[in-house]
């Protein structure tokens, strides 16, 4: 029974050096200051941009793109960087960047060179700041207002649907998160 206890201890002590972790993270720390749940804003960061591990973990990544759906998991900033201009100069527009898919068609404003999004803070920053605009656009409605950083701010029911779809994705893995981390 001692040894079970034992083993209940470490497991809740290391759950809780995680959650710390996180907590004292760029998530936690950029999370409080925009009023942010820390767990949701890394779903967020994974839903986006997770990029699975040599050891068969999984994280969100810093250099992830998203050209008109197509995927890219550059390996260094240079080729995030090469990668990023080749897709600008075929005129694509709608393109995701770093590790809260920042789209630069609807948000690249935000920064002053669409390059800084491959930094991680800045990129953590301004996607909080975007999540913090879509839960505040839905006061009565969190898992709306998860989905509108994804589905954006329109009404009609496909929009609504993916909204609706992505939130409940979010608030399941923040809940997980939580649950992991022993939060």
């Not at 100069?89 to 948000?107: A, C, F, H, P």
Request: hydrophobic letters at 40%; charged letters at 20%.
């Amino acid at each position: 029974m001692q040894k079970i206890l034992l083993i209940f201890y470490l497991v809740s002590l290391s759950a809780n050096a995680y959650s710390n972790a996180l907590i004292n993270s760029n998530w936690g720390k950029i999370a409080a200051e925009k009023g942010l749940d820390p767990f949701e804003l890394y779903a967020v960061s994974l839903m986006e941009s997770s990029k699975y591990s040599a050891n068969n973990t999984i994280a969100p990544w810093p250099l992830a793109i998203n050209a008109a759906g197509t995927a890219i998991i550059p390996r260094n900033r240079g080729d995030a960087l090469n990668a990023l201009a080749r897709e600008l100069e075929k005129g694509i527009t709608s393109i995701d960047v770093g590790l809260m898919q920042i789209n630069i068609k609807w948000n690249g404003h935000r920064v002053s060179d669409i390059r800084n999004l491959f930094d991680p803070e800045v990129n953590l920053r301004v996607g909080a700041d975007i999540l913090a605009e879509a839960i505040r656009s839905e006061p009565h409605d969190k898992t709306l207002g998860l989905g509108r950083y994804h589905a954006g701010y329109g009404n009609e029911p496909d929009r609504l649907a993916r909204a609706y779809a992505y939130g409940r994705r979010i608030s399941r893995i923040a809940k997980k998160l939580r649950q992991y981390f022993g939060d």
